[in-house]
């Protein structure tokens, strides 16, 4: 629950007060670096010299695709990196900790279920005040009830990713490299620019998850 709350809150924090969001978001997702080696230590994980160049290609080629060059803002303020940190491990330790919890016999929904019930409570109030802002148009109705579906099995099928990969490491890498396809889909559906430095990003990154399931 700690976890859950402040890793998603200093994350945010990050990203607004950021001179470039990408920069937050980056680190935040970072936290393969963490958790692969602590596995290692607290789990006798396995991680094969391919799948670290895969991890090292990922993190590499993710600058590319995440750091908007004309997205840099004036800021005089470090915080930024305090609350970044926080949030990477925080990250960081939801992975070893459910890790931890799935290996002594909590099943994967127990897992997701009283956590969730509690953070959910916790986002109440500011859930409230955002509730009356929402204009409930049948699109924006159809689109929480995707997003629901899709963070339900994003969760349940990260836990399970958790219990069986042989290391927890392996399952964060490839999370972070979901960017390339969010770059991707976003070009396709909202046209956003492709550049050729976003592309060579999205092959650097494609190319460590290959080598991660080879």
């Not at 969010?182 to 620019?193: N, R, V």
Request: with cysteine; glycine share 8%.
């Amino acid at each position: 629950l700690i976890l859950i709350y402040f890793g998603n809150l200093y994350a945010l924090r990050g990203i607004e007060s950021a001179p470039n969001p990408g920069y937050s978001v980056l680190i935040s997702k970072m936290y393969v670096v963490f958790t692969a080696p602590a596995s290692l230590l607290l789990f006798n994980s396995t991680l094969s010299r391919q799948s670290i160049v895969g991890i090292v290609l990922i993190i590499g080629f993710s600058y590319l695709v995440m750091v908007e060059k004309k997205s840099v803002r004036k800021t005089s303020s470090s915080a930024w990196v305090a609350s970044t940190l926080i949030a990477f491990f925080c990250f960081g330790g939801i992975a070893l900790t459910s890790k931890f919890l799935l290996q002594s016999g909590v099943p994967i929904l127990i897992r997701l279920l009283f956590p969730g019930i509690l953070a959910s409570i916790l986002y109440l109030p500011e859930a409230n005040k955002g509730y009356r802002k929402i204009k409930w148009a049948n699109q924006a109705i159809l689109l929480l009830i995707g997003i629901c579906f899709c963070s339900m099995a994003f969760n349940y099928l990260m836990q399970y990713a958790f219990a069986h990969s042989p290391n927890v490491g392996l399952v964060n890498a490839a999370n972070a490299g979901s960017t390339a396809l969010l770059a991707i889909t976003s070009a396709l559906i909202f046209h956003d620019h492709l550049s050729k430095r976003k592309l060579l990003g999205i092959a650097g990154v494609l190319c460590g998850v290959g080598l991660l399931f080879l």
